[in-house]
């Protein structure tokens, strides 16, 4: 990643000119266009004007083929235009998407791919959907390194991950943030659903938190425990394996329940551990009623336990299937 300033159009050879004067322009990274913007790739911070934004992109290096280039190589346009253009970097691992049209050309994407880009070792392809309570998905190797386990970093953090063992998606990695911005010193935090703990780390590596991180999947355990002696959290987490209806604490201030197909079935026990304090519930909503019905169900939980809740936040997080998303409610839960 590096840093750019995005530049309206109308303005951008003066703003080029005076970046190139000031030595601030970075010759050897490829420009970047977006709409009516144009992203100079910078060398260093610098201000010409509120009304140009400093913002982190990802520039090419100048010289090097971009993963549409290679695959320009050997697909046609309307080949071109059905290769997924999302794909997933885990650590030095990608996981894409091939559509069964352009199955024969697969381990060519695959090798484009990380030709395109240098840090990826392995390439593995999504050979399946996230299935079944430990929500695992069957992958395919294409290309590189066949070893499914990598070291991944986020917000300064360090996941060991084995991507054909465990969930784990770096896209989350904006909702992680969010939830630690709510969080305060002093919390006793219980992550229902912590895979190998990116929530559960996070926050315990940010705020002086007492975390109980639990799973039901072995080999998310595993990993859990070593993710948390790697950064160094020992103390402030504790890894918990089984269902959590048999192994959560019984009492703490927030809960996480990141299981989005499933999560509402555990709701009743959030509300038993959270007395008074917030529940993050994440579930998956159709276009057509993304809050109400999900907003109703907390309240009815709610009530069962009789207990005031209160939504503080309703937000999408991400599109999930054709025309359904997965959302979030911050849920406030008072006596
Ligand atoms: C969608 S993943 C989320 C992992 C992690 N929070 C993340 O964001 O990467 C859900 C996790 O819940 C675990 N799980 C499913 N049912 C469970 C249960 N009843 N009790 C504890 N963990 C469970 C699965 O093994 C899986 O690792």
């Given at each position: 990643?590096?840093?750019?300033?995005?530049?309206?159009?109308?303005?951008?050879?003066?703003?080029?000119?005076?970046?190139?004067?000031?030595?601030?322009?970075?010759?050897?990274?490829?420009?970047?266009?977006?709409?009516?913007?144009?992203?100079?790739?910078?060398?260093?911070?610098?201000?010409?004007?509120?009304?140009?934004?400093?913002?982190?992109?990802?520039?090419?290096?100048?010289?090097?083929?971009?993963?549409?280039?290679?695959?320009?190589?050997?697909?046609?346009?309307?080949?071109?235009?059905?290769?997924?253009?999302?794909?997933?970097?885990?650590?030095?691992?990608?996981?894409?998407?091939?559509?069964?049209?352009?199955?024969?050309?697969?381990?060519?994407?695959?090798?484009?791919?990380?030709?395109?880009?240098?840090?990826?070792?392995?390439?593995?392809?999504?050979?399946?959907?996230?299935?079944?309570?430990?929500?695992?998905?069957?992958?395919?190797?294409?290309?590189?390194?066949?070893?499914?386990?990598?070291?991944?970093?986020?917000?300064?953090?360090?996941?060991?991950?084995?991507?054909?063992?465990?969930?784990?998606?770096?896209?989350?990695?904006?909702?992680?943030?969010?939830?630690?911005?709510?969080?305060?010193?002093?919390?006793?935090?219980?992550?229902?659903?912590?895979?190998?703990?990116?929530?559960?780390?996070?926050?315990?590596?940010?705020?002086?938190?007492?975390?109980?991180?639990?799973?039901?999947?072995?080999?998310?355990?595993?990993?859990?425990?070593?993710?948390?002696?790697?950064?160094?959290?020992?103390?402030?987490?504790?890894?918990?394996?089984?269902?959590?209806?048999?192994?959560?604490?019984?009492?703490?201030?927030?809960?996480?329940?990141?299981?989005?197909?499933?999560?509402?079935?555990?709701l009743d026990l959030a509300f038993d551990v959270v007395k008074d304090g917030v529940i993050h519930?994440?579930?998956?909503?159709?276009?057509?009623?993304?809050?109400?019905?999900?907003?109703?169900?907390?309240?009815?939980?709610?009530?069962?336990?009789?207990?005031?809740?209160?939504?503080?936040?309703?937000?999408?997080?991400?599109?999930?299937?054709?025309?359904?998303?997965?959302?979030?409610?911050?849920?406030?839960?008072?006596?």
């Amino acid at each position: 990643m590096g840093i750019g300033l995005k530049v309206p159009v109308k303005d951008a050879e003066e703003v080029k000119k005076k970046l190139l004067s000031t030595g601030a322009f970075y010759k050897g990274r490829k420009v970047k266009y977006h709409k009516n913007f144009v992203i100079f790739p910078l060398k260093k911070k610098v201000y010409l004007g509120d009304e140009y934004q400093i913002v982190e992109e990802d520039f090419q290096k100048i010289g090097r083929k971009s993963f549409r280039e290679y695959l320009q190589e050997f697909l046609d346009s309307e080949e071109l235009k059905k290769v997924h253009r999302s794909f997933d970097i885990i650590g030095d691992l990608a996981i894409i998407e091939v559509p069964d049209e352009l199955r024969i050309h697969e381990k060519r994407i695959a090798e484009s791919l990380a030709k395109a880009h240098k840090n990826i070792k392995g390439v593995f392809k999504k050979a399946g959907a996230v299935k079944g309570d430990l929500r695992t998905r069957e992958l395919k190797h294409l290309w590189g390194q066949k070893s499914t386990v990598t070291l991944h970093r986020e917000h300064g953090c360090l996941f060991r991950v084995d991507i054909a063992g465990v969930y784990f998606s770096p896209r989350l990695a904006y909702e992680r943030q969010r939830i630690l911005q709510q969080v305060r010193d002093g919390e006793v935090i219980v992550d229902f659903f912590a895979g190998v703990g990116p929530f559960s780390i996070l926050l315990a590596k940010n705020r002086d938190v007492k975390v109980y991180a639990i799973d039901s999947n072995p080999r998310a355990y595993e990993l859990l425990k070593e993710n948390i002696l790697l950064n160094k959290v020992a103390d402030k987490v504790t890894a918990l394996l089984g269902d959590c209806r048999q192994v959560a604490p019984e009492e703490a201030d927030r809960a996480i329940m990141n299981l989005p197909l499933h999560s509402h079935k555990y709701l009743d026990l959030a509300f038993d551990v959270v007395k008074d304090g917030v529940i993050h519930f994440y579930t998956v909503s159709p276009e057509e009623d993304l809050f109400t019905s999900k907003e109703r169900l907390v309240m009815e939980v709610a009530e069962e336990k009789n207990r005031k809740a209160t939504i503080l936040n309703r937000k999408v997080v991400r599109p999930y299937a054709p025309r359904r998303y997965h959302i979030v409610l911050d849920v406030s839960v008072e006596d």
